[in-house]
């Protein structure tokens, strides 16, 4: 990704200050994709999921 120094600047201090709300945004948004995903896989595969890359 290319910025330049003040928009990295910039997206720092935007990231700090909504740090809990965006944590709390992807960890809903994981389990509605995994709630979705799982709904259509076989153990085996959820499985494949489950392992250490």
Not at 1 to 16: G, N, S, T, Y
Given at each position: ?53
């Amino acid at each position: 990704m290319e910025l330049k120094q003040e928009e990295k600047k910039a997206l720092c201090v935007f990231l700090r200050k909504h740090e809990q709300e965006l944590c709390k945004e992807l960890y809903s948004l994981k389990y509605r994709l995994e709630k979705e995903l799982f709904n259509s896989l076989t153990i085996e595969e959820i499985q494949v999921l489950d392992k250490p890359v």
